[in-house]
């Protein structure tokens, strides 16, 4: 978003681009129970149902209280109810107790969808001010956002079930042929990155600016399940060499030993629990639900293994090196559009990097700071972004639960060190 300005624009693309990101939320909701959207399984998960309000009462909070002539809420309560974390906008029901909601239920829920839709159709019926197509354009987003989250949070609950429910049909299995390790060198120097200026963005994507990088190569593809295996056979999550100390204390205080949703089969080998239920580990597509501390062990195993100077790349790396590429950084890529929802292998025909747009967002050695000269959006949508850039590390690339359309070279995503429920992976780097 920038400084509105007084101008319109027509509101028939951004009518029908409200109406397509609407239905897919509904959709992602659709083979769920009742039950299923109800449950809250952790402190970081919200419930479907939660989240099917909330994206909701972002059109009702910054779009119909603001630019709807004569507004009354849908129901007093949930814009206490529905806020996540706006302090600019009022008090927040605990998020620790969203599970808890069990009134109103799903149908009424939808029918709160339904109403907001319909009042935001009617506002989108004529032209726009330049200032409310950007908070819709942020609202869509947002909702964007969400749309993975409710995916993520969504297997998180399933996973809990001893009986391995299936959110969605499983894809044929076939055997996947592994693609070499190579490193596509860069020669750094003076680079700027951060948006463009042309489209939609966040606040924390601003402003473009230049750094000074040394030459670098990243490896052509992700880490895989494989690979990963190798490092667990090591003794990896047994060896305090290879992690921070915070890491280390991670390890011990959840005695980690796999990542996330890994189970022995009895046989002397591992499954993996995915959104169509539980399958074999396969080696060579990409490991995923990793969080920072064992992305960075990996990385600093693998560099004793190899010999040489591997790590995770930088965020300024990562960006610079997905511009280089052109549009070829999202082609082929693995986005939620493919419906796999999973992490599947690159392509084995193509040169360069592989993987960069899809499959599963990787970290990077980066804390999550603001850009020099940044400023936070204006209002309570400020928060967004701003008030979360402490004790964090970016991620980049998008996943296989990301909408494509979400998705650009100069996305920041975030999440603490500790956090494996979503779908990040790795990608190695090292010094040129």
């Not at 790396?317 to 997905?322: S, V």
Request: with cysteine; net charge negative.
């Amino acid at each position: 978003m920038s400084t509105p300005v007084p101008q319109t624009r027509p509101a028939s693309s951004l009518a029908q681009r409200y109406a397509e990101v609407r239905a897919k939320t509904l959709a992602l909701a659709a083979p769920l129970s009742e039950a299923d959207c109800q449950v809250q399984s952790m402190l970081d998960a919200s419930p479907t149902k939660w989240h099917l309000a909330h994206v909701t009462w972002f059109f009702e909070t910054f779009l119909l209280e603001r630019f709807e002539a004569g507004f009354q809420p849908f129901h007093p309560a949930y814009r206490v109810l529905f806020n996540s974390y706006y302090q600019g906008v009022g008090d927040q029901h605990p998020r620790s107790q969203r599970g808890l909601i069990t009134r109103p239920d799903l149908a009424e829920i939808k029918a709160y969808r339904a109403q907001v839709d319909d009042r935001m159709a009617a506002l989108l019926t004529k032209p726009v001010p330049s200032e409310m197509a950007e908070l819709v354009t942020l609202g869509l987003h947002h909702e964007q956002q969400h749309q993975e989250l409710l995916l993520t949070d969504i297997k998180h609950l399933l996973a809990q079930n001893p009986l391995a429910p299936v959110y969605r049909a499983p894809w044929p299995l076939s055997s996947v042929a592994s693609v070499p390790t190579q490193w596509i060198g860069f020669d750094g120097g003076a680079v700027h990155i951060g948006h463009r200026g042309d489209g939609f963005s966040f606040d924390n994507e601003h402003p473009r600016h230049a750094v000074l990088l040394a030459p670098y190569a990243l490896a052509n593809r992700l880490v895989t399940h494989g690979e990963w295996l190798a490092f667990m056979q090591d003794g990896g999550y047994t060896d305090a060499r290879w992690w921070m100390s915070a890491g280390w204390d991670w390890v011990q205080a959840q005695q980690a030993i796999a990542p996330l949703y890994w189970q022995r089969d009895g046989e002397g080998g591992w499954t993996n629990f995915t959104l169509h239920g539980r399958a074999r580990i396969d080696p060579h597509t990409p490991v995923v639900h990793i969080n920072w501390f064992e992305a960075d062990a990996y990385a600093r195993w693998r560099s004793a293994q190899d010999g040489e100077a591997i790590r995770l790349p930088t965020e300024a790396e990562w960006e610079h090196a997905a511009e280089a590429s052109g549009d070829a950084w999202t082609e082929h890529g693995n986005f939620s559009e493919s419906r796999a929802l999973h992490p599947m292998p690159p392509p084995r025909a193509r040169a360069g990097l592989l993987q960069m747009g899809g499959d599963v967002w990787e970290w990077t050695a980066s804390s999550y700071l603001p850009y020099p000269g940044y400023r936070a959006w204006a209002g309570a949508v400020g928060e967004y972004n701003g008030k979360f850039m402490i004790n964090q590390m970016v991620l980049r690339g998008g996943s296989c639960a990301t909408p494509r359309s979400h998705i650009r070279t100069s996305y920041r995503n975030f999440f603490p060190t500790e956090a494996r429920w979503q779908f990040s992976g790795l990608r190695l780097a090292r010094d040129a």
